[in-house]
Protein backbone atom coordinates (compact mmCIF):
# COMPACT_ATOMS: atom_id res chain seq x y z
CA UNK A 1 0.00 0.00 0.00
CA UNK A 2 1.08 3.60 -0.55
CA UNK A 3 1.88 5.25 1.93
CA UNK A 4 0.63 8.07 2.94
CA UNK A 5 0.95 11.45 3.59
CA UNK A 6 0.44 12.70 7.35
CA UNK A 7 -0.30 16.77 8.83
CA UNK A 8 1.25 16.88 12.08
CA UNK A 9 -0.14 19.39 14.06
CA UNK A 10 1.53 20.13 17.72
CA UNK A 11 2.56 23.16 18.75
CA UNK A 12 5.05 21.35 21.63
CA UNK A 13 8.48 20.90 19.39
CA UNK A 14 9.78 18.06 21.49
CA UNK A 15 6.82 16.18 20.64
CA UNK A 16 6.27 17.41 17.31
CA UNK A 17 9.87 15.72 16.65
CA UNK A 18 8.88 12.29 18.71
CA UNK A 19 5.86 12.03 15.89
CA UNK A 20 8.19 13.17 12.45
CA UNK A 21 10.94 10.41 14.09
CA UNK A 22 8.32 7.87 14.24
CA UNK A 23 6.92 8.57 11.17
CA UNK A 24 10.09 8.62 9.49
CA UNK A 25 11.23 6.20 10.97
CA UNK A 26 8.04 3.89 9.28
CA UNK A 27 8.16 5.32 6.05
CA UNK A 28 5.25 7.47 6.50
CA UNK A 29 5.64 10.99 4.61
CA UNK A 30 4.76 13.82 6.53
CA UNK A 31 4.16 17.80 6.71
CA UNK A 32 3.80 19.58 9.67
CA UNK A 33 2.31 22.78 11.47
CA UNK A 34 2.60 24.52 14.83
CA UNK A 35 -0.80 26.13 15.13
CA UNK A 36 -4.47 26.11 14.00
CA UNK A 37 -4.49 28.49 10.73
CA UNK A 38 -1.53 26.65 9.34
CA UNK A 39 -2.80 23.60 9.72
CA UNK A 40 -5.46 24.64 7.87
CA UNK A 41 -3.68 26.30 5.55
CA UNK A 42 -1.71 22.61 5.02
CA UNK A 43 -4.72 20.68 5.18
CA UNK A 44 -6.35 22.87 2.04
CA UNK A 45 -3.33 22.97 -0.01
CA UNK A 46 -1.26 19.83 0.86
CA UNK A 47 -4.69 17.72 0.54
CA UNK A 48 -2.69 15.38 3.35
CA UNK A 49 -4.52 11.86 3.83
CA UNK A 50 -4.50 11.84 7.59
CA UNK A 51 -4.53 14.79 10.29
CA UNK A 52 -3.15 14.21 13.88
CA UNK A 53 -4.07 16.92 15.77
CA UNK A 54 -2.76 18.35 18.98
CA UNK A 55 -6.32 20.06 20.98
CA UNK A 56 -4.20 22.60 23.09
CA UNK A 57 -2.76 25.25 20.22
CA UNK A 58 -1.81 28.45 20.76
CA UNK A 59 -4.07 30.44 18.59
CA UNK A 60 -7.16 28.57 18.19
CA UNK A 61 -8.93 25.53 19.73
CA UNK A 62 -8.13 22.04 18.10
CA UNK A 63 -12.39 21.08 18.24
CA UNK A 64 -12.68 24.36 16.18
CA UNK A 65 -10.17 23.10 13.64
CA UNK A 66 -11.95 20.08 13.37
CA UNK A 67 -15.26 22.32 12.93
CA UNK A 68 -13.58 24.07 10.18
CA UNK A 69 -12.06 21.38 7.64
CA UNK A 70 -15.05 19.22 8.37
CA UNK A 71 -17.02 21.47 6.57
CA UNK A 72 -15.14 21.15 3.43
CA UNK A 73 -13.28 17.39 4.14
CA UNK A 74 -13.76 14.19 5.41
CA UNK A 75 -10.19 13.54 5.79
CA UNK A 76 -9.70 11.66 9.06
CA UNK A 77 -8.11 13.31 11.94
CA UNK A 78 -6.40 11.58 15.10
CA UNK A 79 -6.97 13.91 18.14
CA UNK A 80 -4.36 14.07 20.80
CA UNK A 81 -4.75 15.28 23.92
CA UNK A 82 -2.93 15.83 27.17
CA UNK A 83 -6.55 16.52 29.03
CA UNK A 84 -7.43 13.29 30.68
CA UNK A 85 -10.99 14.13 30.85
CA UNK A 86 -13.12 12.32 28.61
CA UNK A 87 -15.44 15.31 28.11
CA UNK A 88 -12.47 16.81 26.02
CA UNK A 89 -12.72 13.62 23.73
CA UNK A 90 -16.11 13.32 23.40
CA UNK A 91 -16.37 17.26 22.10
CA UNK A 92 -13.48 16.12 19.46
CA UNK A 93 -15.17 13.13 18.65
CA UNK A 94 -19.04 14.67 18.25
CA UNK A 95 -17.09 16.97 16.44
CA UNK A 96 -15.95 14.86 13.91
CA UNK A 97 -12.62 13.48 15.14
CA UNK A 98 -12.23 9.74 14.07
CA UNK A 99 -9.61 8.32 16.84
CA UNK A 100 -8.38 10.22 19.92
CA UNK A 101 -4.74 9.85 21.79
CA UNK A 102 -4.02 10.61 25.30
CA UNK A 103 -0.64 12.23 26.02
CA UNK A 104 1.88 10.22 27.03
CA UNK A 105 1.25 8.03 24.56
CA UNK A 106 3.53 5.16 23.56
CA UNK A 107 4.98 4.99 20.26
CA UNK A 108 3.14 1.67 19.33
CA UNK A 109 -0.08 3.37 20.07
CA UNK A 110 0.77 6.21 17.94
CA UNK A 111 1.47 3.38 14.96
CA UNK A 112 -1.49 1.45 16.08
CA UNK A 113 -3.90 4.71 15.46
CA UNK A 114 -2.73 5.17 12.06
CA UNK A 115 -2.81 1.47 10.42
CA UNK A 116 -6.54 1.48 11.98
CA UNK A 117 -7.14 4.69 10.47
CA UNK A 118 -5.20 3.52 6.69
CA UNK A 119 -7.82 0.54 6.65
CA UNK A 120 -10.46 2.88 7.51
CA UNK A 121 -9.56 4.84 4.33
CA UNK A 122 -8.96 1.82 2.37
CA UNK A 123 -12.74 0.68 3.25
CA UNK A 124 -14.02 3.90 2.53
CA UNK A 125 -13.68 3.59 -1.24
CA UNK A 126 -15.44 0.81 -1.08
CA UNK A 127 -18.25 2.18 0.74
CA UNK A 128 -22.02 2.22 -0.36
CA UNK A 129 -22.10 -1.29 -1.35
CA UNK A 130 -24.85 -3.29 -0.26
CA UNK A 131 -23.06 -5.64 1.65
CA UNK A 132 -20.19 -4.97 4.47
CA UNK A 133 -17.48 -7.25 5.25
CA UNK A 134 -14.77 -7.11 7.95
CA UNK A 135 -13.31 -10.68 8.64
CA UNK A 136 -15.63 -13.57 9.47
CA UNK A 137 -18.33 -10.62 9.39
CA UNK A 138 -20.86 -9.96 6.58
CA UNK A 139 -23.67 -7.84 6.95
CA UNK A 140 -26.43 -7.96 3.97
CA UNK A 141 -28.42 -4.64 4.43
CA UNK A 142 -30.69 -5.10 1.63
CA UNK A 143 -32.05 -8.60 3.57
CA UNK A 144 -31.03 -7.06 6.85
CA UNK A 145 -28.77 -10.11 7.90
CA UNK A 146 -25.73 -10.95 9.34
CA UNK A 147 -23.27 -14.07 9.13
CA UNK A 148 -20.14 -14.74 11.09
CA UNK A 149 -18.16 -17.41 9.36
CA UNK A 150 -21.02 -18.44 7.10
CA UNK A 151 -23.30 -18.73 9.58
CA UNK A 152 -26.24 -16.90 10.02
CA UNK A 153 -26.25 -14.44 13.46
CA UNK A 154 -30.01 -14.31 15.34
CA UNK A 155 -30.00 -10.66 16.85
CA UNK A 156 -32.22 -8.52 18.10
CA UNK A 157 -33.79 -5.57 15.97
CA UNK A 158 -31.95 -3.77 18.54
CA UNK A 159 -28.61 -5.39 18.20
CA UNK A 160 -29.04 -5.44 14.81
CA UNK A 161 -29.51 -1.78 14.56
CA UNK A 162 -26.24 -1.51 16.49
CA UNK A 163 -23.85 -3.29 14.24
CA UNK A 164 -25.31 -1.91 11.31
CA UNK A 165 -24.36 1.56 12.96
CA UNK A 166 -20.69 0.32 14.16
CA UNK A 167 -20.57 -0.94 10.33
CA UNK A 168 -21.00 1.81 8.66
CA UNK A 169 -18.66 4.02 10.94
CA UNK A 170 -16.38 0.98 10.95
CA UNK A 171 -12.73 2.08 12.33
CA UNK A 172 -14.15 5.09 13.79
CA UNK A 173 -14.51 5.65 17.91
CA UNK A 174 -18.11 6.76 18.35
CA UNK A 175 -19.77 8.67 21.41
CA UNK A 176 -22.49 6.88 23.66
CA UNK A 177 -24.28 9.70 22.84
CA UNK A 178 -24.01 9.76 18.98
CA UNK A 179 -24.92 5.50 19.29
CA UNK A 180 -27.95 6.48 21.83
CA UNK A 181 -28.95 9.14 19.78
CA UNK A 182 -28.98 7.15 16.71
CA UNK A 183 -31.07 4.01 18.04
CA UNK A 184 -33.21 5.62 20.40
CA UNK A 185 -33.37 8.97 19.69
CA UNK A 186 -32.64 10.13 22.94
CA UNK A 187 -29.55 10.46 25.24
CA UNK A 188 -30.01 9.55 28.79
CA UNK A 189 -28.56 8.57 31.58
CA UNK A 190 -30.79 5.15 30.97
CA UNK A 191 -30.55 4.72 27.83
CA UNK A 192 -26.61 5.01 27.90
CA UNK A 193 -26.69 2.04 30.62
CA UNK A 194 -28.79 0.10 28.28
CA UNK A 195 -26.83 0.49 25.48
CA UNK A 196 -23.95 -1.11 27.87
CA UNK A 197 -26.50 -4.06 28.07
CA UNK A 198 -27.16 -4.35 24.40
CA UNK A 199 -23.65 -4.29 23.49
CA UNK A 200 -23.03 -7.05 25.74
CA UNK A 201 -25.07 -9.38 24.24
CA UNK A 202 -24.20 -8.13 20.95
CA UNK A 203 -20.56 -8.79 21.47
CA UNK A 204 -21.47 -11.99 23.15
CA UNK A 205 -22.47 -13.20 19.65
CA UNK A 206 -19.94 -11.88 17.84
CA UNK A 207 -16.76 -12.39 20.07
CA UNK A 208 -15.19 -16.17 20.10
CA UNK A 209 -13.36 -14.69 22.93
CA UNK A 210 -14.68 -12.21 25.14
CA UNK A 211 -11.90 -11.36 26.98
CA UNK A 212 -10.05 -9.93 24.04
CA UNK A 213 -12.54 -8.79 21.77
CA UNK A 214 -11.89 -8.86 17.82
CA UNK A 215 -14.36 -6.38 16.35
CA UNK A 216 -15.77 -4.16 19.07
CA UNK A 217 -13.73 -1.96 20.90
CA UNK A 218 -14.47 -0.64 24.53
CA UNK A 219 -13.51 2.95 25.12
CA UNK A 220 -14.60 3.86 28.94
CA UNK A 221 -16.36 6.87 29.42
CA UNK A 222 -16.44 7.81 25.73
CA UNK A 223 -17.40 4.80 23.37
CA UNK A 224 -17.57 2.02 21.20
CA UNK A 225 -15.65 1.02 18.17
CA UNK A 226 -15.82 -1.33 15.32
CA UNK A 227 -12.22 -2.68 14.47
CA UNK A 228 -11.42 -3.10 11.10
CA UNK A 229 -10.05 -6.71 10.02
CA UNK A 230 -7.85 -7.22 7.42
CA UNK B 1 -16.56 24.99 52.42
CA UNK B 2 -17.55 27.48 55.15
CA UNK B 3 -19.28 29.41 52.11
CA UNK B 4 -21.53 26.46 51.31
CA UNK B 5 -22.68 26.32 54.63
CA UNK B 6 -23.46 29.80 55.50
CA UNK B 7 -26.84 30.36 53.69
CA UNK B 8 -27.85 26.89 54.97
CA UNK B 9 -26.87 28.00 58.67
CA UNK B 10 -29.03 31.19 58.21
CA UNK B 11 -31.74 29.17 57.24
CA UNK B 12 -31.90 27.28 59.86
CA UNK B 13 -31.79 30.05 62.05
CA UNK B 14 -35.11 31.91 60.31
CA UNK B 15 -37.20 28.68 59.50
CA UNK B 16 -36.81 26.16 62.21
CA UNK B 17 -37.63 22.37 61.07
CA UNK B 18 -40.68 20.67 62.51
CA UNK B 19 -38.11 18.46 64.99
CA UNK B 20 -36.61 21.66 67.02
CA UNK B 21 -40.37 23.02 67.11
CA UNK B 22 -41.41 19.62 69.21
CA UNK B 23 -38.22 19.91 71.20
CA UNK B 24 -39.07 23.80 72.15
CA UNK B 25 -42.44 22.63 72.85
CA UNK B 26 -41.28 19.48 74.89
CA UNK B 27 -38.97 21.77 77.43
CA UNK B 28 -41.15 24.11 77.83
CA UNK B 29 -43.96 21.83 79.04
CA UNK B 30 -41.27 20.01 80.97
CA UNK B 31 -40.13 23.36 82.85
CA UNK B 32 -43.79 24.68 83.64
CA UNK B 33 -44.79 20.97 84.91
CA UNK B 34 -41.40 21.17 87.10
CA UNK B 35 -42.32 25.03 87.85
CA UNK B 36 -45.84 23.84 88.81
CA UNK B 37 -44.54 20.93 91.53
CA UNK B 38 -42.20 23.85 93.00
CA UNK B 39 -45.16 25.53 93.18
CA UNK B 40 -46.60 23.22 95.32
CA UNK B 41 -44.24 22.83 97.44
CA UNK B 42 -44.21 26.94 97.92
CA UNK B 43 -40.54 27.30 96.68
CA UNK B 44 -39.17 30.80 95.96
CA UNK B 45 -40.08 32.22 92.47
CA UNK B 46 -36.57 32.29 92.07
CA UNK B 47 -36.46 28.73 91.26
CA UNK B 48 -38.93 28.29 88.94
CA UNK B 49 -37.22 31.64 86.95
CA UNK B 50 -34.45 29.19 87.07
CA UNK B 51 -35.96 26.61 85.70
CA UNK B 52 -37.34 28.08 82.46
CA UNK B 53 -33.86 30.06 81.84
CA UNK B 54 -32.61 26.41 82.44
CA UNK B 55 -34.84 25.43 79.75
CA UNK B 56 -34.21 27.97 77.49
CA UNK B 57 -30.51 26.98 77.52
CA UNK B 58 -31.38 23.74 76.86
CA UNK B 59 -33.70 24.77 74.06
CA UNK B 60 -30.81 26.29 72.40
CA UNK B 61 -28.43 23.89 72.83
CA UNK B 62 -30.41 20.96 71.80
CA UNK B 63 -32.00 22.62 68.57
CA UNK B 64 -28.93 25.19 67.32
CA UNK B 65 -31.57 27.59 66.37
CA UNK B 66 -31.59 31.43 66.79
CA UNK B 67 -35.47 31.46 66.17
CA UNK B 68 -36.51 28.32 68.78
CA UNK B 69 -34.56 30.07 71.51
CA UNK B 70 -35.81 33.55 71.16
CA UNK B 71 -38.80 31.78 71.01
CA UNK B 72 -38.78 29.81 73.86
CA UNK B 73 -37.50 32.96 75.99
CA UNK B 74 -40.28 34.91 75.28
CA UNK B 75 -42.88 31.92 75.58
CA UNK B 76 -41.07 31.15 79.25
CA UNK B 77 -41.41 34.63 80.68
CA UNK B 78 -45.64 34.20 79.10
CA UNK B 79 -46.19 30.97 80.85
CA UNK B 80 -44.22 31.98 84.08
CA UNK B 81 -46.49 35.00 84.07
CA UNK B 82 -49.40 32.64 83.09
CA UNK B 83 -49.14 30.13 85.53
CA UNK B 84 -47.22 31.58 88.21
CA UNK B 85 -47.76 35.30 89.28
CA UNK B 86 -50.80 36.43 91.26
CA UNK B 87 -53.28 36.40 89.58
CA UNK B 88 -52.82 32.91 88.90
CA UNK B 89 -53.94 31.81 84.93
CA UNK B 90 -53.99 35.13 83.84
CA UNK B 91 -51.48 37.70 81.87
CA UNK B 92 -52.03 39.95 84.76
CA UNK B 93 -49.80 40.63 87.00
CA UNK B 94 -50.45 43.24 90.65
CA UNK B 95 -47.53 43.10 92.54
CA UNK B 96 -45.36 45.86 91.80
CA UNK B 97 -41.96 44.07 91.38
CA UNK B 98 -43.56 42.19 88.67
CA UNK B 99 -42.86 43.73 85.20
CA UNK B 100 -39.02 44.27 86.66
CA UNK B 101 -38.59 40.32 87.08
CA UNK B 102 -40.35 39.44 83.93
CA UNK B 103 -38.19 42.23 82.31
CA UNK B 104 -34.80 40.75 83.60
CA UNK B 105 -35.97 36.81 82.95
CA UNK B 106 -36.96 38.03 79.29
CA UNK B 107 -32.84 39.83 78.93
CA UNK B 108 -31.22 36.86 80.48
CA UNK B 109 -32.20 34.34 78.74
CA UNK B 110 -32.08 35.79 75.61
CA UNK B 111 -28.34 36.44 76.58
CA UNK B 112 -28.18 33.03 77.38
CA UNK B 113 -29.55 31.87 73.69
CA UNK B 114 -27.20 34.35 72.11
CA UNK B 115 -23.97 33.00 74.20
CA UNK B 116 -24.93 29.22 73.92
CA UNK B 117 -25.63 29.77 69.95
CA UNK B 118 -22.36 31.62 69.23
CA UNK B 119 -20.41 28.90 70.96
CA UNK B 120 -21.79 26.39 69.50
CA UNK B 121 -20.69 28.21 65.93
CA UNK B 122 -17.43 28.58 67.46
CA UNK B 123 -16.97 24.88 68.11
CA UNK B 124 -17.98 23.87 64.36
CA UNK B 125 -16.44 26.49 63.11
CA UNK B 126 -12.94 24.77 64.64
CA UNK B 127 -13.73 21.26 63.90
CA UNK B 128 -13.42 22.56 60.11
CA UNK B 129 -10.73 24.43 60.32
CA UNK B 130 -9.27 21.49 61.99
CA UNK B 131 -10.55 18.80 59.03
CA UNK B 132 -9.30 21.44 56.82
CA UNK B 133 -5.81 21.52 58.56
CA UNK B 134 -5.76 17.61 58.07
CA UNK B 135 -6.85 18.11 54.55
CA UNK B 136 -3.32 20.36 54.00
CA UNK B 137 -1.34 18.42 56.25
CA UNK B 138 -1.94 14.81 53.74
CA UNK B 139 -1.16 17.28 50.84
CA UNK B 140 1.83 18.43 52.34
CA UNK B 141 2.97 15.13 53.33
CA UNK B 142 2.22 13.78 49.40
CA UNK B 143 4.18 16.70 48.36
CA UNK B 144 6.74 15.91 50.58
CA UNK B 145 7.24 12.54 49.13
CA UNK B 146 6.88 12.98 45.83
CA UNK B 147 9.20 15.74 45.45
CA UNK B 148 11.53 13.80 47.45
CA UNK B 149 10.72 10.30 45.13
CA UNK B 150 10.87 12.01 42.01
CA UNK B 151 14.48 13.01 42.10
CA UNK B 152 15.71 9.28 41.33
CA UNK B 153 13.70 8.86 38.20
CA UNK B 154 14.30 12.12 36.98
CA UNK B 155 17.96 12.01 38.06
CA UNK B 156 18.71 8.55 36.05
CA UNK B 157 16.26 9.73 32.81
CA UNK B 158 18.28 13.42 32.60
CA UNK B 159 21.77 11.28 33.22
CA UNK B 160 20.99 8.55 31.01
CA UNK B 161 19.97 10.87 28.14
CA UNK B 162 23.06 13.12 28.68
CA UNK B 163 25.17 10.10 28.13
CA UNK B 164 23.37 9.30 25.11
CA UNK B 165 24.13 13.39 23.82
CA UNK B 166 27.78 13.18 24.40
CA UNK B 167 28.88 9.89 24.81
CA UNK B 168 27.17 8.66 21.92
CA UNK B 169 29.59 7.35 19.51
CA UNK B 170 31.92 5.63 22.20
CA UNK B 171 29.26 3.72 23.51
CA UNK B 172 28.35 0.58 21.83
CA UNK B 173 25.20 -1.16 20.64
CA UNK B 174 24.34 -2.59 23.72
CA UNK B 175 25.01 0.22 25.97
CA UNK B 176 22.95 2.51 24.21
CA UNK B 177 19.93 0.01 24.39
CA UNK B 178 20.29 -0.83 28.01
CA UNK B 179 20.17 3.27 28.44
CA UNK B 180 17.27 3.68 26.35
CA UNK B 181 15.71 0.84 28.73
CA UNK B 182 16.55 2.62 31.79
CA UNK B 183 15.09 6.21 30.21
CA UNK B 184 12.05 3.99 29.13
CA UNK B 185 11.41 2.28 32.38
CA UNK B 186 11.95 5.33 34.57
CA UNK B 187 9.32 7.47 32.36
CA UNK B 188 6.57 4.63 32.77
CA UNK B 189 7.05 4.83 36.42
CA UNK B 190 6.70 8.37 36.59
CA UNK B 191 3.49 8.20 34.18
CA UNK B 192 2.21 5.84 36.56
CA UNK B 193 2.45 8.00 39.51
CA UNK B 194 0.94 10.98 37.50
CA UNK B 195 -2.08 8.81 36.92
CA UNK B 196 -2.50 7.88 40.97
CA UNK B 197 -1.66 11.77 41.59
CA UNK B 198 -4.58 13.20 39.08
CA UNK B 199 -6.91 10.65 41.19
CA UNK B 200 -5.73 11.74 44.31
CA UNK B 201 -6.40 15.64 43.58
CA UNK B 202 -9.82 14.51 42.79
CA UNK B 203 -10.10 14.05 46.92
CA UNK B 204 -11.46 17.35 48.13
CA UNK B 205 -12.46 18.14 51.72
CA UNK B 206 -11.67 14.49 52.05
CA UNK B 207 -14.30 13.75 49.99
CA UNK B 208 -14.17 12.26 46.82
CA UNK B 209 -15.87 13.57 43.65
CA UNK B 210 -17.35 11.24 41.71
CA UNK B 211 -19.20 11.01 38.49
CA UNK B 212 -21.12 8.10 38.83
CA UNK B 213 -22.84 5.86 35.90
CA UNK B 214 -23.73 2.56 35.31
CA UNK B 215 -21.09 0.67 33.78
CA UNK B 216 -20.52 -3.26 32.79
CA UNK B 217 -18.30 -4.98 35.12
CA UNK B 218 -16.52 -7.37 32.13
CA UNK B 219 -16.08 -4.14 30.21
CA UNK B 220 -14.23 -1.73 33.13
CA UNK B 221 -12.17 -5.25 33.77
CA UNK B 222 -11.05 -5.49 30.10
CA UNK B 223 -10.41 -1.39 30.02
CA UNK B 224 -7.84 -1.53 33.04
CA UNK B 225 -5.71 -4.94 31.79
CA UNK B 226 -5.39 -3.00 28.87
CA UNK B 227 -3.48 -0.27 30.83
CA UNK B 228 -1.52 -2.77 33.13
CA UNK B 229 2.28 -3.34 32.75
CA UNK B 230 1.43 -6.72 30.91
CA UNK B 231 3.10 -6.32 27.50
CA UNK B 232 6.93 -6.98 29.80
CA UNK B 233 6.01 -9.40 32.64
CA UNK B 234 5.74 -12.94 32.56
CA UNK B 235 2.56 -13.64 34.60
CA UNK B 236 -0.32 -15.39 33.57
CA UNK B 237 -3.19 -13.26 33.90
CA UNK B 238 -6.35 -14.75 33.87
CA UNK B 239 -10.58 -13.10 33.83
CA UNK B 240 -13.11 -14.79 35.68
CA UNK B 241 -16.13 -13.19 35.05
CA UNK B 242 -20.32 -15.08 35.89
CA UNK B 243 -22.42 -15.66 32.64
CA UNK B 244 -24.77 -13.27 33.47
CA UNK B 245 -24.44 -9.50 32.83
CA UNK B 246 -22.90 -7.53 36.04
CA UNK B 247 -24.05 -3.77 36.17
CA UNK B 248 -22.65 -1.55 38.76
CA UNK B 249 -23.03 2.45 39.95
CA UNK B 250 -19.24 3.57 39.95
CA UNK B 251 -16.84 6.26 38.48
CA UNK B 252 -15.07 3.92 35.55
CA UNK B 253 -12.48 6.06 35.83
CA UNK B 254 -11.35 5.66 39.37
CA UNK B 255 -12.65 1.87 39.41
CA UNK B 256 -10.19 1.36 36.89
CA UNK B 257 -7.57 2.86 38.23
CA UNK B 258 -8.27 0.22 41.77
CA UNK B 259 -7.76 -2.31 39.22
CA UNK B 260 -4.60 -0.93 37.77
CA UNK B 261 -2.86 -0.97 40.88
CA UNK B 262 -3.88 -4.00 42.06
CA UNK B 263 -3.23 -5.97 39.39
CA UNK B 264 0.38 -4.04 38.87
CA UNK B 265 1.31 -4.69 42.40
CA UNK B 266 0.66 -8.46 41.92
CA UNK B 267 2.69 -8.38 38.76
CA UNK B 268 5.39 -6.61 40.69
CA UNK B 269 5.34 -8.42 43.93
CA UNK B 270 5.15 -12.03 42.52
CA UNK B 271 7.64 -14.23 40.88
CA UNK B 272 7.81 -14.39 36.40
CA UNK B 273 5.28 -17.17 35.84
CA UNK B 274 2.86 -16.77 38.91
CA UNK B 275 -1.48 -17.01 38.00
CA UNK B 276 -3.11 -13.17 38.72
CA UNK B 277 -6.86 -14.00 39.00
CA UNK B 278 -8.95 -11.19 38.05
CA UNK B 279 -12.72 -12.22 39.39
CA UNK B 280 -15.95 -11.08 39.44
CA UNK B 281 -19.55 -11.94 41.03
CA UNK B 282 -22.27 -10.08 42.71
CA UNK B 283 -23.27 -10.24 46.28
CA UNK B 284 -26.67 -9.33 47.96
CA UNK B 285 -26.64 -5.52 46.61
CA UNK B 286 -22.74 -5.99 45.64
CA UNK B 287 -20.80 -6.23 42.76
CA UNK B 288 -17.65 -8.15 44.48
CA UNK B 289 -14.59 -7.99 42.05
CA UNK B 290 -11.14 -9.53 43.47
CA UNK B 291 -7.64 -9.71 42.12
CA UNK B 292 -5.61 -12.88 43.59
CA UNK B 293 -1.98 -14.26 42.88
CA UNK B 294 -0.19 -17.13 44.24
CA UNK B 295 2.89 -15.27 45.23
CA UNK B 296 4.60 -15.42 48.43
CA UNK B 297 2.05 -13.83 50.18
CA UNK B 298 1.84 -10.48 52.71
CA UNK B 299 2.73 -11.31 56.30
CA UNK B 300 0.09 -11.03 59.11
CA UNK B 301 1.72 -8.24 60.82
CA UNK B 302 2.27 -6.23 57.45
CA UNK B 303 -1.18 -6.87 56.60
CA UNK B 304 -3.06 -4.45 58.54
CA UNK B 305 -0.84 -1.44 57.24
CA UNK B 306 -0.94 -2.23 53.87
CA UNK B 307 -3.72 0.26 53.06
CA UNK B 308 -2.10 3.14 55.09
CA UNK B 309 -0.51 5.87 53.09
CA UNK B 310 3.14 6.18 52.53
CA UNK B 311 3.02 2.47 53.88
CA UNK B 312 5.47 0.36 51.06
CA UNK B 313 6.45 -2.40 54.10
CA UNK B 314 9.81 -3.65 53.99
CA UNK B 315 10.01 -5.35 50.30
CA UNK B 316 12.88 -5.56 48.10
CA UNK B 317 11.51 -5.56 45.02
CA UNK B 318 13.19 -7.45 42.35
CA UNK B 319 13.65 -4.95 40.58
CA UNK B 320 14.30 -2.31 42.75
CA UNK B 321 11.86 -0.22 41.24
CA UNK B 322 10.73 2.54 43.92
CA UNK B 323 7.25 2.20 45.72
CA UNK B 324 5.61 5.42 47.47
CA UNK B 325 3.08 3.57 49.02
CA UNK B 326 -0.10 5.66 47.68
CA UNK B 327 -1.28 3.21 45.31
CA UNK B 328 -3.24 1.21 48.08
CA UNK B 329 -4.01 4.27 50.10
CA UNK B 330 -5.70 5.67 46.99
CA UNK B 331 -7.86 2.23 46.25
CA UNK B 332 -9.18 2.16 49.64
CA UNK B 333 -10.05 5.61 49.40
CA UNK B 334 -11.83 5.07 46.15
CA UNK B 335 -13.64 2.34 47.24
CA UNK B 336 -14.62 3.59 50.52
CA UNK B 337 -15.83 6.94 48.36
CA UNK B 338 -17.96 4.30 46.68
CA UNK B 339 -19.56 3.17 49.87
CA UNK B 340 -17.96 -0.38 49.26
CA UNK B 341 -14.97 -1.96 51.73
CA UNK B 342 -11.82 -3.86 50.34
CA UNK B 343 -10.30 -6.00 52.43
CA UNK B 344 -7.00 -8.58 52.06
CA UNK B 345 -7.21 -12.05 52.95
CA UNK B 346 -4.43 -14.90 52.21
CA UNK B 347 -4.83 -16.96 49.32
CA UNK B 348 -4.38 -20.94 49.81
CA UNK B 349 -1.47 -22.58 49.73
CA UNK B 350 0.12 -19.05 49.54
CA UNK B 351 -0.31 -15.35 48.03
CA UNK B 352 -2.91 -12.56 48.22
CA UNK B 353 -5.73 -11.55 47.46
CA UNK B 354 -7.61 -8.51 47.59
CA UNK B 355 -10.97 -7.86 47.31
CA UNK B 356 -13.59 -5.02 47.01
CA UNK B 357 -17.31 -3.78 46.53
CA UNK B 358 -19.30 -1.07 44.62
CA UNK B 359 -22.90 -1.29 44.94
CA UNK B 360 -24.66 -2.66 41.85
CA UNK B 361 -26.45 -0.54 39.29
CA UNK B 362 -29.94 -1.52 37.30
CA UNK B 363 -31.27 -0.53 33.69
CA UNK B 364 -34.44 -0.54 32.24
CA UNK B 365 -34.36 -2.15 29.20
CA UNK B 366 -36.24 -0.37 26.51
CA UNK B 367 -36.32 -2.57 22.75
Known amino acids: ?112 RLRVTQRRLAAMHTSGSPVFTNGQLTIDFAAGCAFLDGKEL ?69 GYRMMKIE | ?73 VASVLLFNFFFTEPRLTLHAYEKGYPFTIAIMLIVSIITVTLAIQNIRNIEEKERAALLAKNEQLRADLLRAISHDLRTPL ?43 LSITRIEDGRMNLRLSTELVGEVIEEALRHTNRQNCRHNIRVDLPDELLLARMDA ?31 DHFAVLSVTDDGPGIAPARQAHVFEMFYTGEHKVADSRRSLGLGLALCKGIVDAHGGTITLTDNTPH ?9 LGEVTLHE
Not at chain 1, 35 to 40: F, K, R
Not at chain 1, 182 to 204: C, H, I, Q
Not at chain 2, 351 to 359: D, E, H, K, S
Open chain 1, 1 to 112: MNKPLILVVEDDAPIRNLMTTTLKTHDYRYLVADCGEAALREAATSNPDIMLLDLGLPDLDGVEVIRRVRSWSDMPIIVISARSEDADKIEALDSGADDYLTKPFSVEELLA
Open chain 2, 351 to 359: GCVFTFTVP
Open chain 2, 253 to 283: RLIVQVLINLVDNAIKYTPDGSTITVAARQQ
Open chain 1, 154 to 222: HLTPIEYKLLCLMAHNCGKVLTHTYITQKVWGTSWENDVASLRVFMATLRKKLESAPGSPQYIQTHIGV
Open chain 2, 155 to 197: TSISGNAANLLANDAKLDEEARHQIALDIYDDSIWLINLVENL
Open chain 2, 1 to 73: MAQQTQPHDLRAQMIPRWQDLLVTALILAAGTVIGNIFWQFAFTKANIISVFVLGTLLTSLFTKSYFCGVFSS
